[in-house]
Structures are given as structure tokens and as C-alpha cells.
């Protein structure tokens, strides 16, 4: 058992990140367990988000959908955050029809439906993007069916499009906001000048193109120099489209990035 409460395989016994400085980019309130699994094996986490996550300035659109929910087969959680926005709101007034099927495009999605009482979700086994939801079977064939996903602002039409092209009726519903910090990239760039930044996390190709902009050229350079750390296809394309050298794809979750971390650093 570790000190985030929660049972792992990875081996937390001694300081295996010891002298490492660990660039965490995702939004602050999702790097709090990786940044504490870090800190635990000896490392310094270096939060630097590259997204916030707020609010849709008007909520109206997705009160007026949830008043209907009912009309749907299945609905689709593109992210933790899709699932944070809607079900609280949906809770306030009734409970999740038991006709409606879940469905999301990863494990942590369906981690965080299942805090809120909602365990039968659809969700693949392999990957965590609308490319792996759309491999199942259950998708395969989806005439006559009503669909909802719900989304942040300006998300991939992908997931839509292709149910689209096998009979769905879809319907996309925008329930947050993802934007560019307004954040001072010094401190960081000095630091990683003088003492090194050892590995950058990332967990979007939005977000990974927001670092980018944010650290300017000098930034760039240093960043197309160390070790970049994703679980995800799409952001090891996008990375080498940006000239990022070292590209390591790692295994899903926070677990998965650790291990990815400790299994890179165990070699040098």
C-alpha cells in the first residue's frame, strides 16, 4: 500500500527517482497523485499545467439535454472531466436511466463514473482514445441508435462522425472548457536550464502544442532534447512532428507512467 492509499505494483521501497526532476503538464487537478507517486520514489515533480479546465460559459444547452436524457440508447464520456461536469448535474435531480447505456473512451473515465454509482460502462481494454472505443463490437453496427457525447469545446468529431457513418443519430453537447494557461515560463526555464528537467509527462496533443507556445524557442530546444513520456499513439505523431527526439510510450494511467519512468531511468 503507498502513501496515495492506493495498492500498485509498482515498488516504492526505495528512492528509484532520486535526483530526477519530473515535468507533470497535466491540469493541477489532475497531477496531484502522480506528482505524489514521484515525490515517494525520491524524485521532484515540476507541476507546469498546460490546460485549465472551467466551466461552458453558458449551461443552458447541457440542462436542456439532461432534461431529455431519456431519449437516448447510450451516451459517451469523452474524459474524467466530461464525467466531473454532467453527472453532479444530473444527480441534483434524478438517477441515470437504466436504459441509457455509458459508454468512454478510457479506464480512467470509468473509474471516476464508478464514484458516482455508475459501474456498467463500456469501455475498451485496449487503448484509451475514440479509435479504441470504436473497435468494439458493441459499436460496430448502430442503426436507429441515439447517441449523446459529451464533450469540451471543439473535441475530435471522429467518435461522431464514424457512429454517424453506421446509422447513429448523434448528438455532441459541450460541458467544459479547455484553455492555455496564462502562466510565467521562467522559473521553469531557468530551472531546467540549470539543474535539468530529466523527463516531461504529457497527456494531450492540445496540451503538448500548448507547452510548446508557452515555453517560446529557448523552451523548445530544451524540450526537444529530453525525454517525453506518453501512453498515447496520437502524441508520440505529434511530438516528432515537433522535433521532440526522445519519445517514450509508456502503459496507460498514472501506474503506467510511473513504471514507463523507473523502467527509462533503470537503464541509463
Not at 118 to 143: H, K, W, Y
Not at 158 to 184: F, M, N, Q, W
Not at 187 to 208: C, F, M, N, T, Y
Amino acid at each position: 500500500m503507498t502513501g496515495t492509499g492506493v495498492e500498485t505494483g509498482v515498488d516504492l521501497s526505495s528512492n528509484r527517482l532520486a535526483g530526477k526532476s519530473i515535468l507533470i503538464t497535466r491540469p493541477l487537478h489532475q497531477a496531484g497523485g502522480l506528482a505524489t507517486w514521484v515525490r515517494e520514489l525520491g524524485g521532484e515533480p515540476w507541476l507546469f499545467p498546460v490546460l485549465e479546465i472551467s466551466d461552458s460559459e453558458n449551461k443552458q444547452p447541457l440542462l436542456d439535454l439532461i432534461a431529455r436524457l431519456d431519449e437516448f440508447d447510450l451516451a459517451v464520456f469523452v474524459s474524467p472531466n466530461a464525467v466531473e461536469k454532467v453527472i453532479p448535474l444530473i444527480q441534483v435531480s434524478h438517477s441515470w436511466p437504466r436504459h441509457v447505456l455509458v459508454a468512454t473512451v478510457g479506464k480512467g473515465s470509468a473509474r471516476v463514473l464508478e464514484r458516482y454509482g455508475i459501474t456498467n460502462v463500456i469501455v475498451p481494454e485496449e487503448g484509451s482514445d475514440s479509435e479504441a472505443l470504436l473497435r468494439m463490437p458493441q459499436f460496430q453496427v448502430m442503426q436507429g441508435r441515439h447517441v449523446v457525447i459529451f464533450r469540451g469545446n471543439d473535441g475530435r468529431r471522429l467518435l461522431g462522425d464514424t457512429l454517424r457513418e453506421r446509422g447513429a443519430s448523434v448528438e455532441y453537447i459541450e460541458c467544459y472548457r479547455r484553455h492555455k494557461p496564462e502562466a510565467d515560463p521562467l522559473p521553469l526555464l531557468k530551472h531546467w536550464r540549470d539543474d535539468g528537467i530529466q523527463a516531461v509527462i504529457i497527456s494531450s496533443s492540445e496540451g503538448l502544442d500548448n507547452l510548446f507556445d508557452m515555453i517560446g524557442e529557448t523552451g523548445q530546444q530544451l524540450l526537444k532534447a529530453t525525454p517525453v513520456f506518453t501512453a498515447h499513439e496520437r502524441i508520440e505523431r505529434k511530438a516528432r512532428e515537433l522535433g521532440i527526439r526522445k519519445i517514450y510510450r509508456t502503459l496507460l494511467g498514472d501506474e503506467g507512467t510511473v513504471q514507463g519512468l523507473l523502467e527509462y531511468f533503470e537503464k541509463m
